[in-house]
């Protein structure tokens, strides 16, 4: 990576210092990701690497201003309350949608099976579930520890209103459409803060 890039990093961390090891190396890796991603949005449009670093970093701004406001934005440490927010939050998302769901598709299902465009239309809206569910997870809570306890929290939710009646793929997938929204959830958290720190 280019020493301009790496230095900036270094100031960066330097305001990180007091975070955990693991969160620290989190928003620093986030952080190289939409560097690199902007430099090379940058080269393609026609500027050499040099000026490519040279306006990504005056776009990110003063890298101590930078280090202070994602330090600021976890300035708190994922105590108890937030790690129980994210799982009650998370939770209470699924548990609020799913019967709205039921409500909304179960009872206008046709009698036996519902035709292949009704099923993938209420297959689609199912996965909104998980999906937003993982969102809040991962948008209320920054560590893997909170997010994984609220996604074994959603997923037994899950479990107990199906009555357990997922098969392998279906669990598969519902996992897999969680931890997307929790990606999500987390990428928009640290590009707000980002955002904030340049405004």
Not at 51 to 65: I, K, M, P, S
Not at 86 to 110: D, I, N
Not at 130 to 141: V, W, Y
Request: include cysteine; proline fraction near 5%; charged fraction near 15%.
């Amino acid at each position: 990576m280019n020493s301009q890039l790496e230095a900036y990093l270094h100031r960066v961390e330097a305001q990180l210092h007091s975070l955990p090891a693991e969160k620290r190396a989190a928003e620093l890796r986030e952080l190289r990701q939409h560097l690199e991603a902007m430099v090379a949005r940058l080269s393609n449009d026609g500027l050499n690497q040099q000026e490519a670093v040279e306006t990504a970093l005056a776009q990110f701004g003063d890298a101590h201003h930078l280090g202070q406001a994602l330090h600021q934005a976890h300035r708190a440490p994922e105590s108890v309350p937030r790690f129980v927010l994210a799982t009650v939050g998370a939770v209470g998302a699924y548990l609020y949608l799913f019967p709205l769901y039921k409500a909304a598709v179960w009872s206008h299902m046709p009698p036996g099976h519902p035709l292949p465009i009704q099923g993938l239309f209420y297959n689609a809206l199912y996965w909104l579930l998980p999906f937003t569910s993982g969102l809040l997870a991962g948008g209320i809570s920054t560590s893997r520890a909170g997010q994984s306890t609220a996604c074994v929290g959603v997923l037994v939710a899950a479990l107990m209103t199906t009555f357990f009646s997922f098969g392998p793929g279906t669990l598969l997938t519902f996992l897999c459409t969680l931890l997307a929204g929790v990606k999500v959830g987390s990428q928009r958290t640290v590009q707000f803060s980002l955002e904030r720190s340049k405004g």
